[in-house]
């Protein structure tokens, strides 16, 4: 892996070498203001059309950036017209006082931006990602993995199923990261996470992507742990025209997309719309899949004080998944055997008993439109208020297997393959499975069922914006969000067999003695496993106080609210619904920033808050099959502070943060053995700790030649021992240290102390770094390689193979230090060619994702305590995808 870094920094400095005679240059000086009131403009962006040279104006608005000679200067503010201006001066040039005209079309964009920070003045961690970024380092990359060069960032395709990628900040997972579309929250409401198969579709409307670490600028009412991503769509044209694309990559893969604009029309109206297609065979053998993307923007100006916009976008996919970690040894073997997959290797992946590819319970179906009304009030000169309305209807399902003998459609066991049904070229033999089914005396020993989890979720967000003084802006707003999911598994393949048995009817309490429909035949259609709704309700209020000068910005803010969670139960219990569980959230927070000079500026903060537990995984001890409550949920508490440090040249650009996150009163769920009816321990109380450096830098020697350099080290670990945690069996029912069935919270009821302090959090990289180089050769050519390194990164450890040794007189779970990961260097490169086909624009991309075919492990399970071992023989492992490409065109009319 060293080699490889060698030759990347030979590249980066044969390509800087080479650019040693400097182009004829510009340095372009102005203030830009507000056409209205000539105040400031903080944070506008100020670039150069057709590269990604670039700056932001400073707290008095104003900026230096160098240009080429008879290139053209482009200026861009939230809300406001752009500003171009084409430079044909050399040396020096004043262009004075730049006047921005507000822009009716961009108006809503207002309402978001009370979650965006700007450089140098907001007190927050943060990095902005544009456009162009995007679309040249995307190429076959999925959404979340365009931000792997950021601090503190660990991107994953986990599995390599489409869509199946993960992301953590500082070490936090995705229900402790914030996630917003244009301001509007997207987590989800019963467990925190994100599915990012939902929003595929994004990197066809994102404008910008900011990533803010640790306690961020976001107004919402219920703030995240580990920080946000606010990702900003397209915004209205004020000219007309539109777009075609087209791209291919490896394995088959194929997109195509248009946009077409309005324009504004006459009478103040304008809309944008977009489309996508994208499909494949998947990297991941057995992973085809196929999405859309849809995006409309529709504005219209109401009088001189009022605007309207309607934006609503979805990606409705269909892919298949991965969910089986092998051995290091086994994937070293599958190279050799069967069909040769090696890391691409699906333990699922198979045939029927007519050749037809089959993927048993691999398959995810999903579609989750967001639709937000907004709208936007200039009450007077100093006020203004900004509300949007939003709803997000999903419609989808996974699959599941059901059956006496469901086991069988697993793909492997203890990282091993099963081979019950295993062809001799190593894939899944579904036809044999279906024969069986079929001569089955009790009907199909394994058939499959959809998993259906729809939901309806209506919000609200409104902010009250008033500028006290000339210094001094309140913010006050509300954030309300409600929420109702509906689960159900449904028969969807019998597989051969006449009908089903569902073993799960046994253990539904209320219908213990009736047999007759415990042993009840099921069809295509009938339910089985679960069904039940829940309801979440989530209420809050916030406030923040800005004041601003020269050089002095601080911010002081608070938020309040109240979660609701009740469940309605079809299938354990008779129609039953729970108590209306009802929780208290607050959080408050500030920060200062300092502008030394022009140049170097500090900043701090500092928050705590008080966070409601979720419904899954918190308030109810299993949310899938049981009303009952956990008698120790509690709100998690966050203390968070950090300090950070900036610089800002038209050369050089550097921040350097250091932060400290506390995190206690956690739940976490375990399951106890590796059986798939296994008991599982609910521990609560437990405390982890966040700390680390991160730097990021941005070097401009030459006109045309861009340096980006990241390095971050964190150390994150749980910190706390004699975490209690009580046993529970699958359907919420507690157990004692002999499985029996008793009163929750009894004194017979199974209880262990885990100690786990010291442990290091798992499958995030504690270092990371990364050194890009990106140069345009010539007008309009650009290229560019990143190189990237990942270190210190822990498997996740298994209590189960811990908990052997525990003992209902010695009760305790001594978890040990699990497997450290072997580092990684993988290396990207990217090129792009800008042009005309008659008078219309064009650009051509092509794409190389690890460019050296580097083998690395992204996930890891130690399963070390079986036999002592803690490394790597012990592990279940997935590898990262190997050398991947993507090539492409878009056209511009």
């Not at 009478?267 to 065979?281: E, P, Q, R, V, Y």
């Not at 022009?598 to 900043?603: L, T």
């Amino acid at each position: 892996m060293r080699r490889h870094l060698i030759h990347f920094l030979l590249v980066a400095i044969l390509t800087v070498c080479s650019a040693a005679t400097a182009f004829a240059q510009t340095t372009v000086k102005g203030q830009v203001v507000d056409a209205e009131t000539g105040e400031p403009l903080i944070g506008a962006a100020v670039t150069v059309a057709g590269t990604t040279q670039g700056s932001v104006t400073d707290l008095d608005g104003n900026f230096t950036q160098t240009v080429g000679h008879n290139e053209t200067l482009v200026i861009k503010y939230l809300g406001y017209k752009e500003f171009q201006k084409r430079i044909t001066q050399t040396g020096t040039v004043n262009l004075g006082v730049i006047k921005m005209a507000v822009d009716a079309v961009a108006l809503s964009d207002v309402t978001i931006t009370s979650s965006i920070a700007v450089a140098r003045k907001t007190p927050v961690a943060v990095s902005t990602i544009d456009p162009v970024f995007i679309e040249d380092k995307l190429g076959n990359q999925e959404f979340p993995e365009i931000l792997k060069s950021t601090p503190s960032v660990t991107a994953s395709k986990v599995g390599g199923g489409y869509g199946d990628s993960e992301i953590s900040l500082r070490g936090f997972a995705s229900a402790n990261v914030a996630v917003m579309i244009n301001g509007v929250p997207m987590n989800d409401m019963e467990w925190g996470g994100i599915y990012w198969s939902n929003w595929q579709g994004l990197s066809d409307v994102t404008r910008s992507m900011q990533v803010q670490r640790g306690i961020g600028a976001s107004k919402l009412s219920s703030p995240s742990v580990g920080g946000s991503i606010n990702v900003l769509t397209n915004s209205l044209e004020a000219k007309r025209g539109g777009g075609v694309y087209y791209g291919m990559g490896n394995d088959g893969r194929n997109k195509i997309s248009f946009n077409v604009s309005s324009g504004m029309t006459d009478k103040g109206w304008a809309f944008s719309i977009l489309g996508s297609k994208d499909w494949g065979d998947g990297y991941i053998y057995g992973t085809p899949y196929e999405s859309y993307s849809w995006f409309v923007n529709i504005a219209k100006r109401i009088g001189d004080n009022h605007s309207i916009s309607l934006i609503a976008t979805g990606a409705p996919q269909n892919h298949y998944k991965r969910y089986d970690r092998l051995t290091i040894a086994e994937w070293e073997r599958q190279k050799k055997v069967g069909i040769g997959a090696g890391y691409r290797y699906n333990a699922t992946y198979g045939f029927d008993d007519t050749g037809r590819e089959y993927y048993g319970t691999n398959r995810n179906y999903y579609h989750k439109p967001q639709i937000s009304l907004n709208h936007i009030w200039d009450i007077n000169y100093k006020s203004s208020l900004s509300s949007t309305i939003y709803t997000s209807i999903g419609d989808g399902y996974g699959y599941r297997g059901v059956g006496s003998s469901s086991s069988l459609l697993y793909g492997s066991t203890n990282g091993l393959p099963n081979n019950t049904y295993r062809r001799d070229d190593g894939t899944f033999d579904y036809g044999a499975l279906k024969q069986d089914n079929a001569n089955a005396a009790n009907g199909s020993l394994a058939a499959i069922a959809k998993n259906k989890n729809n939901h309806v979720w209506v919000g609200l967000l409104s902010t009250y914006n008033n500028k006290l003084t000339n210094n001094l802006d309140l913010q006050v707003g509300i954030d309300l969000r409600y929420y109702k999911g509906m689960h159900k598994e449904e028969i969807s393949d019998l597989m051969g067999g006449a009908y089903v048995i569902d073993p799960d009817r046994k253990k539904v309490p209320y219908r213990k003695d009736d047999i007759a429909w415990q042993q009840q035949r099921l069809y295509i259609g009938d339910v089985a496993y679960r069904n039940f709704d829940s309801f979440i309700g989530q209420y809050g209020v916030f406030g923040q106080l800005e004041y601003s000068n020269d050089k002095l910005s601080a911010v002081v803010s608070a938020n309040a609210n109240v979660t609701t969670n009740q469940r309605y139960e079809h299938f354990y219990a008779d129609n039953e619904k729970s108590g209306v569980v009802s929780k208290l959230g607050f959080g408050v927070k500030g920060g200062i920033n300092y502008n030394i000079t022009e140049h170097h500026n500090v900043f701090a903060n500092i928050g705590y808050f008080s966070r409601t537990p979720y419904y899954s995984g918190g308030i109810f001890l299993n949310s899938q099959t049981s009303n009952a409550l956990n008698p120790d949920s509690r709100n998690e508490k966050v203390l968070s502070y950090e300090l950070g440090y900036g610089y800002v040249s038209s050369v050089l650009n550097v921040n350097l943060n250091l932060y400290r996150t506390a995190w206690n009163d956690r739940s976490i769920q375990k399951t106890l053995t590796s059986a798939q009816e296994s008991p599982y321990l609910i521990m609560n109380g437990v405390g982890a700790l966040h700390q680390g450096i991160e730097l990021e830098l941005l070097y401009k020697p030459i006109r045309g030649l861009f340096i980006t350099g990241m390095f971050s080290i964190g150390d994150w670990t749980w910190s706390k021992n004699g975490v209690t945690g009580r046993v529970y069996d699958k359907n919420g029912q507690a157990m004692d240290y002999k499985n029996n069935i008793v009163a929750i919270g009894s004194p017979e009821q199974a209880v262990y102390k885990t100690n786990m302090k010291g442990i290091k959090v798992s499958n995030s990289e504690q270092t990371t770094a990364a050194l890009g180089v990106n140069y345009e050769l010539m007008k309009g050519l650009r290229l560019g390689v990143d190189g990237r390194f990942s270190g210190r990164q822990y498997a996740d450890y298994d209590i189960a193979s811990q908990a052997i040794a525990a003992t209902e007189k010695n009760p305790v779970i001594d978890l040990v230090q699990p497997w450290r990961i072997p580092s990684a260097y993988t290396f990207d490169a990217n090129i792009s060619y800008s042009f005309k086909i008659g008078k219309v624009d064009a650009v051509w991309r092509a794409n190389c994702n690890n460019l050296f075919n580097e083998a690395y492990i992204t996930r890891a399970l130690d399963n070390g305590a079986k036999t002592g071992g803690h490394d790597w023989n012990d592990a279940t492992v997935f590898y990262g995808f190997g050398r991947t490409w993507m090539m492409s065109m878009r056209v511009k009319f």
